[in-house]
C-alpha cells in the first residue's frame, strides 16, 4: 500500500517516526512535508496529501497537526476523502471499519509514541467491512456530489 504522509511543523518530529513505521509495517510512505519545524499552515500540507488520494496516486493518508482536527477539516473539503480525527485504538479502528476513512489525522500535542504506533498499525491493517456501512458511505459521496454539482 501507498501511503502519503504530511505534518505542519507541530506534527514535525511524529510524522518522520510515522513515515518510518509505514515502511517497517512494509508500505511505501511518500512524505508530504513538512520538511523541518519551521512554522507552516496546515492547510498547505492537507491539501498535499489530499490531492494524491484524490487524484488515487496513493491508496491512503495520514496528516499530524497539533491537535489533527484542523487537517481533517481541510482533507475533507476534497471530493472523495474520508478524513477522521483520531484518538485511540477504537476510533482508528472503526474509522477504517465501518467508516472506510483514507485520511488519518492525529494529534501531536495529545497522543503519546506508543499509541500513535498502535494506532497507524491498526489503520492500516484494518479493512472496511461493507455491508450495511457500504451503504452509509455511498450516500456520504451521493451528498459530496450533490453539493458538487450545485456549486458548477
Known amino acids: 500500500m501507498k501511503i ?3 505534518s505542519d511543523h507541530r506534527g514535525f518530529e511524529v510524522k518522520r517516526k510515522i513515515v518510518e513505521l509505514v515502511k ?7 512524505d508530504c512535508g513538512a520538511t523541518d519545524c519551521s512554522a507552516i499552515d ?6 498535499a496529501v489530499s490531492e494524491k488520494v484524490v487524484k488515487q496516486e496513493v491508496d491512503r493518508g495520514i496528516l499530524i497537526c497539533g491537535s489533527g482536527i484542523g487537517m481533517a477539516i481541510t482533507a475533507n473539503k ?10 485511540d485504538d477504537l476510533t482508528a479502528e472503526m ?3 465501518h467508516n472506510n476513512v483514507n485520511v488519518m ?10 499509541l500513535i504506533d498502535r494506532m497507524v498499525e491498526l ?13 452509509r458511505v455511498d450516500k456520504i459521496c451521493e451528498i459530496e456530489k450533490r453539493f458538487s454539482n450545485e456549486n458548477h
Do not use: M
Open 123 to 135: 489503520w492500516i491493517n484494518t479493512e472496511f467491512e461493507k455491508g450495511r456501512h457500504q451503504r
Open 42 to 47: 496546515y492547510p498547505d500540507i492537507a491539501t
Open 95 to 97: 474509522s477504517r471499519r
Open 78 to 87: 476534497f471530493p472523495g476523502v474520508r478524513a477522521a480525527t483520531c484518538h
Open 24 to 30: 517497517k509495517l512494509g508500505h511505501e510512505a511518500i
Open 105 to 114: 489525522c492525529l494529534s501531536a500535542d495529545l497522543l503519546g509514541e506508543r
Open 4 to 6: 502519503a504522509v504530511g
